[in-house]
């Protein structure tokens, strides 16, 4: 048996991760909630395995999200990353192909150039040592980039980047000091034995000139093993937990594994698995000089330490812009949106909701203006237009009364009371008989779709209208303005509706591009998921979108969001029009007529009927 | 009188002896804007529980400013949060979040 004390340090403190990370692990899947044992055992041998390990691999070795962020900052991940899992890997190789069966001591591969000193002579062995030199120049390159980050986050795109704790700047310090020290210590060895390669070998040679170098690497080996050992010991306890837990969390993820609506189980996967990179920090539109340490990495790391975060948890925008560019793909929003939760026992009194009164005859589509539509009349009065051309038979949900879909009370972190407010919608919209609900405000449309559960269509306007014009029911007017799209947040980012709007807009005039546009696309301010901010604040941000929109001087500002419209239509030169709007405006109306006679001989028949 | 056609209209003075600071003091620090109202109605205006009760938010901003906070709760939670009254407010009154305070505060004390 090969053993040296030196590798004393490294065994601990390996067993130990193991243990902590077994009895962590263990706890939450534990957590998980009834079912998810047999949704795991279901997908286990499918094809959902398999997509989760393509995606292990491309964001947990090559980081391809964080490549797209900055490729210098990709390059910087990837080095670390993908190059220690090889040199974990090849150096099990080469250590099974040098003894020549695939079993050994679990240390054996990682202090391999300690043990094994004769100078290699088959070419493969050649092939191995210089390999293990490459790779282990690819982390040390990974490594200088780290530090020259510290210095100048900038040159990697990053314009703010985390302040960390002093915890995770000590396991930081161990995780820069293992690469150097192990070239250090194969340097050292390579010194006197000559067992290195293109690296190594000069380097040892080199060393070997000035030191004693047969004195010194037993040292340094100890060095390097110490080191390691001390990682992994701080790594449950600092935010290198992300480095196994990502893996876990892209599993669970792709075998259907769901957050509850309570920090347990799946969140704590989510919260463990974030790296604290600070990527969110410079995507956040809150005024970083007011909201200091407010972005998720700094919410995240409070939840995950237990704090007290409902101040927190509130100041946020809910815009989802920190989620579509996270690297780890946590849904941050979500943990924000159930850590708002109370436990307080008011309720809401059941005279707000009242049933909503339903008319006798059917209609295949439902019109829900919303209650941010009903504030913006001209969308409403747009929409009840189109709809009267078009010749379609619809039913305007809440043309009298406004009702409000609880979605509101969601994002407040009430979501029992959502559930109940909801409850007589669901009720209006199932005995309706209706299969199609059109709705004009994201907000509903979201929550129609997602939290509803109804067996109908739910569609919002800009994808109707879309429809009515594809389908021949409408027609419009093309015109040679140069328009300019918003997406709203809880259409664009929530409910991933981007090109139905665009492709409306392309009929109605041409459509220029803006950088912050799709996933981008910035917050317009008016959000209702932030109950907390000043008028002032807000105003900042409408303010700052609608100067951004305003950029190219557009002819007009498209928007698919009542909310939307109101934020921008404050601040903005060019004209904010939703695109309801837009259409009616431009709706050739010649068709009108026969409609209008049609429908009238369809009443008569009815009546007739009756 | 009521032969007159006319009857008697209650007061709507505050009974000073009944005011109770305690909760403007936590919302006012909690959420200051309570203090730009002018009492316009705006919010209870263009409210959406409004259109079905007599819930009203600028008669709970008024109660909490004078100190008349016995009903509050109850009216409170007939609040949607659904943040109209703010988007039609000319002082820019957060009176969303004035009223999830309330629930907040109240809530707490009665546990």
Redesign the interface.
Known sequence: MRFDYFVVPFCAGFGYLIIVLLFTYGRWINELGEGAALKIFKSLLTRKTLLASREVFQECLVHRKVFRVNPLLGYMHMSLALGWFLLIVIGKFEASYFTGEFTNEFYFPIFFRFFELSPHRTFTLQFFNALMDFLLLFILSGVALALYKRFKSSAMGMKNSTKHTSGDKWALALLWMIFPLRLFAESLTAGFAGNGSFLTQPLGNLLGMILPVRMLATPVWWGYSIVLGGFMVALPYSRYMHIPTEILLIFLKNWGIKPKDSISGMAFFELYSCSRCGICIDRCQLNPAINKKNQMVYFLRELRAGNEVTQMAHNCLLCGRCQEICPVGIDLTNLRTISRK????????S????SIPMHSFSTKVLYFAG??GS?TPGIRKSMETILEVSGEKYLFLDKE????C?R??KL?G?LAEAEK?SQNIKEAIVSSGANTLVTSCPICYKSFKDDYKCELRVLHHSEYLLELIQGGMISIRSGNKRLVYHDPCELGRKSGIYTQPREILTKLGSLTNVEEAYGKSLCCG?S?GH??????EREQIQKSTAEYLNQDNPDCIATACPLCK?SLTKFSESPVKDIAELIAENLIKSNYKDHKTKKSNLAEAVRIDT | MSEWGFTVIQTNQSDMDQMDRGLIAKIGNAEPSIFWCIGCGSCSATCTAAQFNNFSPRRIIQAIRSGQVKDIMGEVNKCLLCGKCQLVCPRHVNTRNILLNVKQIMGQDAI
């Open positions: 109370q436990k307080d026992n008011a309720h809401i009194h005279s707000s909701y009242p209650c941010m504030l009364k406004s009702y409000c609880g509101p009370l407040a009430r407010v008016g209702l109950l907390t901010i000043s008028m002032e109101k």
